[in-house]
């Protein structure tokens, strides 16, 4: 049974900085590929970013795009998401997800991840 757990949620000023954790357990973490996906209050869950098994290939969406970056840490069976100059619509509650089908590229479809942790909540205020 793989277990993802994310932290590092918050309350954070418009322009300030945040980095989320998901930590994995239970499976082959260095074998998935893992994204980031987010939800805003009465809104669709959007993917945000996602890194290859490998990490050596990365995705990022449009709007975080040079403010965003994903990591991970194999060892520790970790992936991070470092959040930067963050904004009021980068409010909503973050999702890391796994998928393992390991293939070279990650996905940005939320049907492509099998695995999905709890979420964490951030809140930038302006």
């Known amino acids: 049974q793989v277990q993802l757990v994310e932290s590092g949620g918050g309350l954070v000023q418009a322009g300030g900085s945040l980095r989320l954790s998901c930590a994995a357990s239970g499976g082959t973490f260095r074998t998935y590929n893992m994204g980031w996906f987010r939800q805003a209050p009465g809104k669709e869950r959007e993917f945000v970013a996602a890194?290859?098994?490998?990490?050596?290939?990365?995705y990022y969406a449009e709007s975080v795009k040079g403010r965003f970056t994903v990591s991970r840490d194999n060892g520790k069976n970790t992936v991070y998401l470092q959040m930067n100059s963050l904004k009021s619509e980068d409010t909503a509650v973050y999702y890391c997800a796994g998928d393992k089908t390991g293939l070279s590229r990650p996905t940005n479809l939320r049907e492509d991840y099998d695995y999905w942790g709890q979420g964490a909540k951030v809140t930038v205020s302006s």
């Open positions: 890194i290859s098994w490998s990490g050596g290939s990365t």
